[in-house]
């Protein structure tokens, strides 16, 4: 292996500038030119300070008002990714004289501090003081959503920065502000993140004089990509675990009409996005144990699902967002589910009804009953409260039809208007007292260990364009379906779902439903 002398490095020769972030190959032509030792930049250390008297350590036993504190964990793997050094600190507790001692002890011993909650101007956010006292505060407050309490701050020269406690919020600053920071440290240009251009799938309120960053949804339906907003709650951490991206609505703006081309800032690899399958629609814990069998079976597949209600599933297909939806509409004259619906909303669309299972509906109580409530004529009591689903639902339009044939007056249930999404919120309001009752599916009762009081059985089907059905992804999906049986066994354990049909064309009848499987009609 003969090779010319000064081929690859000769003497004098720059191997790498100042400011570069070392890799794998530049240490391999380190070590070739002679080099075993260099200079490099020492990684900012910044300390994450989590401050709340309901503040307990995972692992803990919890008594009632008690948050475990889990952000000082996001913010520290978050710096670790950026190239910083994290130290935790321990919990401090809402006292003055404790939040100035770790500050001080932090200031001398890091490059960055971050104090996390304390930031608002609630009566125990004592830290803009605190901070003012001991050093200088230099901004107090940015005009975003969610993350509006942000303070930049200096103590003994080190640079401080305090942001909310609400963990979105948290996620969303840090991002801003202490991401270019520690970048500044290492003499690198802040890394950005992919961004993918997608039209949005429903009209978006904002405030005026507020940026917002929306949490959305992406997937490739058809040749668009389409962006579905999902929950905007600061304190809902699951709603950035479900996200694949950002939206900046702008400030000077009261939001964003639906089907506007937007830009959205990625938290995924765009080569996800292309391999999901959009699911809108009803809201089922199926959809759930679904998604996790397809990641399993198909690892570089993906089901992204929203819950906008049956009604507005079937809107989403018309309009082209969605590949599939869930749906559970009960037609009042004809009392078949789904079918009437489909055939009105979708005409000239070819749509096929899939069946995902039938499931019991009921009402939800605590357990033992203690209101003794038998049925919807209990509604009327002064001492029950109702938690109600979104118009659009299928489980709405049920309780809708009990109330008409029993002739009772929505007006006079307490807690009619008051509307929870999903089947597992309307249980967690029950469970936490928010409501006595509300109508949902028996699993989530099992889930969340309350009582049920069964009133009907429903059909649960996907509608799914015939342009989409034929696609290798929902293929695949509709295969775990009808005939993947640790699938089935999982969605059994749930409780109250009948899977005799599951995977099945309910609609439009096919001639051929051998094995379980059906074609689609010649016609088509």
Request: neutral net charge; aromatic residues 6%.
């Amino acid at each position: 292996h003969v090779r010319t002398v000064g081929e690859d490095i000769v003497t004098a020769e720059l191997i790498l500038p100042e400011n570069h972030r070392i890799r794998p190959v530049d240490i391999g032509v380190m070590l070739a030119g002679g080099f075993t030792e260099i200079k490099v930049r020492e990684k900012p250390k910044v300390v994450i300070i989590p401050t709340g008297n309901e503040l307990v350590e995972p692992g803990s036993e919890l008594t009632k008002g008690n948050i475990i504190e889990s952000n000082s964990r996001i913010l520290s793997a978050l710096v670790t990714e950026w190239g910083g050094e994290p130290v935790r600190w321990k919990i401090v507790p809402d006292r003055i004289e404790d939040l100035k001692k770790a500050l001080v002890e932090a200031s001398r011993a890091a490059d960055v501090v971050v104090i996390n909650a304390g930031a608002s101007a609630g009566k125990k956010d004592f830290t803009s003081a605190v901070i003012a006292e001991l050093g200088e505060i230099t901004l107090h407050g940015v005009n975003i959503r969610p993350g509006k309490p942000v303070i930049l701050g200096w103590i003994n020269d080190t640079p401080v920065l305090g942001i909310p406690g609400y963990p979105v919020s948290a996620y969303i600053t840090f991002e801003l502000f202490a991401k270019p920071l520690i970048h500044l440290y290492q003499g690198i240009e802040a890394e950005h993140s992919e961004t993918l251009n997608a039209k949005l799938s429903r009209q978006v309120a904002s405030t005026i004089g507020i940026e917002e960053f929306l949490r959305v949804k992406v997937g490739k339906v058809g040749d668009n990509i389409i962006a579905s907003p999902v929950s905007r709650g600061a304190g809902m951490l699951m709603s950035l675990v479900r996200a694949d991206g950002f939206v900046r609505v702008p400030a000077m703006s009261e939001g964003l009409a639906a089907g506007t081309e937007i830009n959205v800032k990625l938290l995924k690899h765009k080569d996800s996005i292309m391999n999901t399958i959009v699911c809108t629609g009803s809201h089922d814990n199926i959809l759930d144990i679904l998604a996790n069998f397809l990641r399993r079976r198909y690892p570089g597949l993906s089901l992204s699902s929203t819950h906008v209600g049956s009604m507005g599933g079937l809107i989403a297909l018309k309009r082209g967002e969605a590949h599939i939806a869930g749906t559970h509409l009960l037609d009042e004259k004809t009392g078949e589910y789904n079918i009437p619906f489909v055939k009105k909303l979708l005409a000239g669309e070819k749509t096929l009804l899939v069946n995902l299972a039938y499931r019991q509906q009921g009402l939800l109580v605590l357990k033992g009953n203690p209101k003794g409530i038998v049925g919807f004529k209990d509604l009327l009591r002064d001492d029950i409260t109702f938690i109600n689903r979104q118009p659009g639902s299928g489980t709405r339009l049920l309780t809708d039809k009990y109330l008409m044939d029993l002739n009772i007056d929505h007006t006079k249930i307490k807690g009619y208007d008051s509307e929870e999404y999903t089947h597992m919120t309307v249980a967690s309001a029950v469970l936490s007292g928010i409501a006595d009752a509300g109508l949902g599916i028996l699993a989530a009762a099992e889930a969340l260990g309350l009582d049920f009081i069964h009133l009907a059985k429903e059909r649960y089907d996907i509608a799914v364009p015939e342009k989409f059905y034929h696609l290798d992804m929902v293929q695949k999906l509709f295969e775990i379906v009808r005939d993947d049986p640790e699938f089935k066994d999982t969605v059994a354990k749930l409780g109250g779902y009948d899977l005799t049909d599951s995977g099945k064309i309910v609609y439009p009848k096919a001639a051929d439903q051998r094995h379980g499987t059906a074609t689609t009609p010649k016609h088509w």
